[in-house]
Nanobody
Framework: VQLQASGGGLVQAGGSLRLSCAIS????????IYWHRQAPGNQRELVAS???????NYADSVKGRFTISKDDAKSTGYLQMDNLKPEDTAVYYC?????????????????WGQGTQVTVSS
């Protein structure tokens, strides 16, 4: 199973970007999708999460500006980022908690994608 993150780029403050996290590979069920970010010199932080039932949680720093969603049919998660600020500049990572089929059984798997750079200019 692989995750492919995309959608990063350079945007001016106040602008918007939409990140995508496409999951592919073996037969699986999405239990949860997470978006994290890491700015230079900082620890990686959890930005947003969405459960299989579409319950969402956000870091206080992005509440009201970012929206996490997923399309189970496309096996893809999204992070809509609006009213971006320079302090949102970071490498953004997605990861997913999956149940992966193996014959007649299922096993949990935590999968990470590569990062995508988001740069917000002032």
């Amino acid at each position: 199973v692989q995750l492919q993150a995309s959608g990063g780029g350079l945007v001016q403050a106040g602008g918007s970007l939409r990140l995508s996290c496409a999951i592919s590979g073996s037969t699986f069920i999405i239990a949860a999708i997470y978006w994290h970010r890491q700015a230079p010199g900082n620890q990686r932080e959890l930005v947003a999460s969405i459960s299989s039932g579409d319950s969402t949680n956000y870091a206080d720093s992005v509440k009201g500006r970012f929206t996490i969603s997923k399309d189970d049919a496309k096996s893809t998660g999204y992070l809509q980022m609006d009213n971006l600020k320079p302090e949102d500049t970071a490498v953004y990572y997605c990861n997913a908690d999956l149940s992966v089929a193996a014959g007649s059984t299922w096993y949990p798997k935590d999968v990470w994608g590569q990062g995508t750079q988001v740069t917000v200019s002032s």
